[in-house]
């Protein structure tokens, strides 16, 4: 690798700030300087999650899809989502994925496990307006991002955070990819999700990410009989009688509960 491919990588992403090429720009910089496989950004909300852009060596069609299943479902079995509030409120940082925050064999086996990926880093950037996150990626193929990598990420972070959120500002954000929250749903459906228990909201998110009986028993490391019991449960307060009913009502408020921190 040249010694003047990130600087020319830099130089591009300046350029394509508030242009149809600065999904690729940013690709190309985080592949240059930290050996990057794929980047994925969101903004998120106090009430939604938006999709930013995704880019790489994963196919369209399979980046596309992982992409619009989380933020339509899987974001709500990301802890790190969370954990990244009131990270990078002074300037972008980097962290680690951590496994044991996201112990979710639902979550890791659409993410990774099916798509070749191993290893992530997230660079974090927090204003009043919202939070904003680029998922860096690495392939099976080229393994996990070393310490040199990492130290390589914390450096380019400022610099790319920024020009994520010049090209926010430039672009708008309401041009962006969202989950919405239909009107009229807070006072009844995030009331309704709040009443439930601890472990039956844990169960709920999964079932509503897409989890089986069998998923749920997985992921929470309980028998399927009380992964059914619980299930019961949760349709009994939500006042619920099916699967599909649970989805049209709760989708999108567990999503609003979950994108708001609680």
Partial sequence: MSARAPYQALSRLVGSIGGEGFAAAAFALVHEAVGADHIVAHLAGPQQIRGLFTQGLLSARIANTINQRYLERYHMLDKSVASFRGLGENEAVVTRFDQRLNASPTYSAYFFERTGLCDKLSVVSNRDEGMAFCNLYRL???GPFSKQEFLQAQALAPVLMA???QHVDRIGQASLPIVKLPPGFEAQEQRALRSLSRREMQVCQ??????????VALDLSISIHT??????RV????????????????????????????
């Fill in 227 to 232: 992964a059914r019991t619980l299930r019961k």
């Fill in 163 to 165: 020009a994520v959120w």
């Fill in 206 to 215: 999964r079932l509503l990410a897409g989890a089986s009986n069998e998923g």
């Fill in 140 to 142: 099976n193929a080229s």
């Fill in 235 to 262: 349709y009994k307060k939500l006042q619920v009688n099916s699967l599909s009913d649970l989805f049209t009502k709760y989708l999108n408020a567990m999503s609003a509960v979950v994108s708001g921190g609680s």
